[in-house]
């Protein structure tokens, strides 16, 4: 039995994609990141609604942005892609996990950031590209 105290965080826990899932489906590791050019070997979600937001509007593909509500279902660690590297702590409340993501609802409707935002932080994310600072510990 997990003691309450342990777990890192009780949500809720939101995904943001572009994928169009339904409930009930399961999410998971081992499909093509949004984000490189390979397998991803964990499922990556927030308890935050801005950072499921980036998720969603960042995604791969020309497709509609979704932000699913979200259960892990089984153990799950920070993120170290954002955790210290980034941001002392953990203030974005993200997470990845080997095991799958059950899909418990969609936001039917949420406040995207601004397109000025949204091509700030893809600019941003370009350059580190360029400058080899785009590493995605996975």
């Given at each position: ?7 890192l ?46 998720g ?33 702590g ?49």
């Open positions: 039995m997990i003691d309450k105290k342990d777990v965080d009780h949500g809720p826990f939101f995904h943001g994609t572009k994928a169009e899932l339904h409930i009930g489906e399961l999410l998971e590791p081992q499909h093509l990141s949004n984000y490189q050019d390979k397998k991803s070997n964990h499922i990556y979600f927030t308890a935050t609604l801005n950072a499921a937001k980036w969603a509007e960042l995604a791969k593909s020309d497709a509609k942005e979704r932000i699913y509500i979200v259960e892990p279902l089984g153990d799950f660690e920070n993120d170290p892609n954002v955790t210290d590297k980034r941001f002392p953990n203030p974005t409340r993200s997470y990845r996990s080997k095991s799958p993501l059950k899909i418990i609802a969609e936001l039917g409707s949420w406040e995207r950031h601004s397109d000025e935002e949204i091509n700030h932080m893809l600019t941003s994310l370009q350059k580190l590209r360029e400058q080899g600072k785009f590493v995605i510990y996975d």
